[in-house]
C-alpha cells in the first residue's frame, strides 16, 4: 500500500514569489493535514481538509491557504513568501472521522532566499 | 489550550542501554489522544502508538513502552535495549477529540543518540 506522498521533495523560492506543495495520500484516505516544521517552532499544525472541506485551520497568516479535491489529494500554498516561511512541510493522511492513525509524508523542504 | 512537553531536548546512550522519554501534556479535555511519532533523518514522521484518554493501561510493542499516567499528565516512552537504528527525534503529541477533527499539538521533540 503506498503511503503519503509529497511533491516537490526540495525546492528554493525568493521572497515575494508563491508556491505550491501538493500531497496525496493514502489510498481510501479522506482526511488530509497540513504541518509546517521549523527548528525554532516546531512542528506546528496549518489545516485540516476532509471531503474538499476545511475541517480546522492553525493560527497562520491569510498567504497560507490551501484546498483538497474530490480525489482526496490536497495542495497547499503559500504566496508572497517570507524568508521565516523556510520550512519542512508536512502533509499527512487519516481515513477520517474522529479516530484512525495519522500517517505522515516526507515532507516538502521549502528554502525561501 | 493544549500543551505538550519534552524537556529532553537530546539524550545519549551507549547501545543495549534503556532509555526513557519523557512527555508531560496539558489539556482541559477530559476526552483526548497522546501519539508517539519518530522522525528519522529523511523527514517522515513514523507513527509508533496512539492512545486515548480512558484506556491508562500500559502497553509493550517489543522493545519499545508506553507509561501513561493521567494522574500526573505524562506519557512517557521506554526504549530497552537501545539499538542505534533507534536513533532519531521523537515527538510526543496530543490531539482533542471532537468535531471530527484532528489537530495535533506536538512537543519540540527529544533527540536520542544512540552510540554503538
Known sequence: ?113 | AQKVTQAQTEISVVEKEDVTLDCVYETRDTTYYLFWYKQPPSGELVFLIRRNSFDEQNEISGRYSWNFQKSTSSFNFTITASQVVDSAVYFCALSEAGAGSYQLTFGKGTKLSVIP
Not at chain 1, 503511503?3 to 525546492?11: A, E
Not at chain 1, 504541518?35 to 476545511?54: I, R, V
Not at chain 1, 487519516?94 to 492513525?101: A, C, I, P, V
Open chain 1, 1 to 113: 500500500k503506498a503511503g503519503v506522498t509529497q511533491t516537490p521533495r526540495y525546492l528554493i523560492k525568493t521572497r515575494g514569489q508563491q508556491v505550491t506543495l501538493s500531497c496525496s495520500p493514502i489510498s481510501g484516505h479522506r482526511s488530509v493535514s497540513w504541518y509546517q516544521q521549523t527548528p525554532g517552532q516546531g512542528l506546528q499544525f496549518l489545516f485540516e481538509y476532509f471531503s474538499e472541506t476545511q475541517r480546522n485551520k492553525g493560527n497562520f497568516p491569510g498567504r497560507f491557504s490551501g484546498r483538497q479535491f474530490s480525489n482526496s489529494r490536497s495542495e497547499m500554498n503559500v504566496s508572497t513568501l517570507e524568508l521565516g516561511d523556510s520550512a519542512l512541510y508536512l502533509c499527512a493522511s487519516r481515513l477520517g472521522g474522529d479516530t484512525g492513525e495519522l500517517f505522515f509524508g516526507e515532507g516538502s523542504r521549502l528554502t525561501v532566499l
